[in-house]
């Protein structure tokens, strides 16, 4: 199969996805915006399930790519953190298609079904460091995964805003100050 193709196939259809909604769009749309035939695409990706966990992975693979190479190793837990969340961010205001579908497909009924666990664990080491590094209260030390949902949440905020509100002057100010939230809400004091 033309690795092209496929590449081209994924990117057409993560906007579209992205525009309407895994429901509301039909293969014969996208393979039409494609301009390919539905039976291409289904010589790619037999279901659209396996097209839309396809997309899901190749946005996973990307975003940790990109996070890996803008992670800077510190001293302290902070700085560490902080490159973190600064990496983390960086990607999605970069790739705000792929964040977008990265959010709509976490938001799903089929990151239920999806078994690749490798991609999954992408963020594992963030999310180890954090755990180490704050000193949660009560409720997080019994309920450390809802530490995480926490922080990510404040996460996709952050870009969110970053990427739906243009007028920020000071990006790297907002994100710093952001991760402030985070740090001083949770850190060990």
């Avoid at 291409?40 to 279901?47: E, K």
């Avoid at 704050?134 to 922080?151: A, F």
Wanted: hydrophobic share 40%; net charge neutral; glycine share 2%.
């Amino acid at each position: 199969m033309n690795e092209k193709k496929r590449i081209h196939i994924l990117e057409t259809a993560m906007i579209l996805f992205n525009q309407h909604g895994f429901d509301s769009t039909p293969t014969s749309k996208i393979a039409k915006k494609a301009k390919i035939s539905v039976g291409t695409l289904f010589n790619y990706f037999p279901t659209k399930t396996e097209l839309i966990q396809a997309i899901y992975v190749e946005v996973k693979i990307h975003s940790r790519k990109t996070f890996l190479m803008n992670l800077k190793e510190n001293a302290s837990e902070h700085d560490n953190l902080l490159s973190m969340w600064r990496a983390v961010i960086h990607w999605g205001v970069e790739y705000p298609e792929e964040f977008k579908y990265l959010e709509m497909f976490s938001n799903s009924p089929y990151i239920n079904n999806f078994k690749d666990e490798k991609t999954l664990e992408t963020y594992q080491k963030f999310r180890e460091s954090i755990l180490d590094a704050l000193s949660p209260t009560s409720l997080c030390s019994e309920y450390p995964e809802y530490l995480l949902m926490y922080i990510d949440n404040a996460l996709h905020a952050a870009t969110r805003y970053i990427i739906y509100h243009q007028h920020i002057h000071n990006i790297e100010g907002f994100i710093n100050q952001s991760f402030d939230l985070i740090w001083h809400g949770f850190a060990k004091k």
